[in-house]
């Protein structure tokens, strides 16, 4: 069964560096998402992206964030100057088409990101 | 924007009882509700979905109920075993734009054999 899959799966980092989490959608999916889970707490939206653009984001998605998909397959989240409040396991999801109403999305694995 | 809220946060049951979990959400134009379950560590799973034109679904012994006027869901295990002990998370969903999912705060589930 394909899956979404996510590099790297933990991620260290010191405060103010820059990252970039990485996540390879199903191939057929249209549709690509960053959620993030602080530990012990609920998934939060982050962003969705179609089209080569940002279709949505949340509050929490300020510009020390930015998403791009630099190729046919990958879709990368770029936090540039993280805080300790970064510090969270970050989920990619995508869905196939909206066309037919079946918004399932497909979660990854996550990246456990870790701000010293 | 779409809120949802989820109770319990923490539910224990026997081996054998029932668990529910009860969700309401704020956005009367969701139209998909699907719930996660998350073990320790992993990503969430998909485990059952309801779309707004339905009012339940099944799916051995898990159920899903929606109440579109109340703005509620639910879900119902029956039979529960060790093995559904996790977080699980209801999430509501517009079918427009980006589909975003809203999840609620999660209910850790214990089931004491």
């Known amino acids: 069964e394909p899956e979404v899959t996510q590099t790297p799966s933990h991620q260290v980092t010191q405060m103010g560096q820059e990252v970039i989490l990485r996540c390879v959608p199903i191939?057929?999916?249209?549709?690509f998402y960053w959620y993030r889970q602080i530990l012990g707490q609920k998934v939060e939206f982050l962003v969705s992206?179609?089209?080569?653009?940002?279709?949505?984001k949340s509050e929490i998605f300020d510009d020390q964030f930015s998403v791009e998909r630099p190729d046919g397959s990958n879709f990368t989240l770029k936090i540039r100057s993280t805080k300790l409040e970064d510090s969270a396991m970050y989920f990619c999801?995508?869905?196939?088409?909206?066309?037919?109403?079946?918004?399932?999305?497909?979660f990854g694995a996550g990246t456990r990101l870790s701000v010293l | 924007g779409e809120n949802v809220e989820q109770h319990p946060s923490t539910l224990s049951v026997q081996e054998g009882d029932s668990a529910v979990i009860k969700c309401t959400y704020s956005?009367?134009?969701?139209?998909?509700f699907p719930w996660y379950k998350q073990e320790l560590g992993k990503r969430p799973q998909l485990i059952i979905d309801?779309?707004?034109?339905?009012g339940e679904k099944k799916d051995q012994r898990i159920a899903v109920t929606l109440n579109k006027t109340a703005k509620h869901f639910s879900l119902h295990i029956t039979e529960t075993q060790p093995e559904d002990s996790a977080v699980y998370f209801c999430?509501?969903?517009?079918?427009?734009?980006?589909?975003?999912?809203?999840f609620g705060a999660g209910t850790r589930l214990f089931v004491k054999a």
């Open positions: 999801a995508s869905l196939t088409s909206g066309f037919l109403a079946k918004n399932i999305q497909y």
């Open positions: 191939s057929n999916h249209l549709y």
């Open positions: 992206f179609y089209n080569n653009e940002i279709s949505e």
């Open positions: 956005d009367s134009a969701s139209n998909y």
């Open positions: 309801i779309r707004s034109n339905v």
């Open positions: 999430a509501a969903s517009l079918n427009t734009g980006g589909f975003k999912t809203i």
